[in-house]
Nanobody, 118 residues
Framework: QVQLVESGGGLVQPGGSLRLSCAASGFTFSSYDMSWYRQAPGKGREWVAQISSTAGSSSYADSVKGRFTISRDNAKNTLYLQMNSLKPEDTAVYYC???????????WGQGTQVTVSS
């Protein structure tokens, strides 16, 4: 069955770094655009970054541009999010999403908690 499993979250001090991973299985990973979303307590889910199926293009929310980097390894069926210069407002549950524009099929992971606090 389809699975997206996020990992790498945790507690980090402001200014620190974390690298999130999302391991995919049960579908053709290389055919899907991939994104990271996040949801802070009491707020709606927010798009963070997207990368195309071939990793030829990527885009970022203004709130993370210059601090976060999205990447993927299609040979390992894994999506990454390198997060640097973390701020308390980055605290949220981070979710990975797979989306195939041709069929509009979308899959979600279960999320990983990131807490930025001193």
């Amino acid at each position: 069955q389809v699975q997206l499993v996020e990992s790498g979250g945790g507690l980090v001090q402001p200014g620190g770094s974390l690298r999130l991973s999302c391991a995919a299985s049960g579908f053709t990973f290389s055919s899907y655009d991939m994104s990271w979303y996040r949801q802070a307590p009491g707020k709606g889910r927010e798009w963070v970054a997207q990368i195309s199926s071939t990793a030829g293009s990527s885009s970022y929310a203004d709130s993370v541009k210059g601090r976060f980097t999205i990447s993927r390894d299609n040979a390992k069926n894994t999506l990454y999010l390198q997060m640097n210069s973390l701020k308390p407002e980055d605290t949220a549950v981070y979710y990975c999403n797979a989306f195939r524009p041709t069929s509009r099929v979308s899959y979600w992971g279960q999320g990983t908690q990131v807490t930025v606090s001193s």
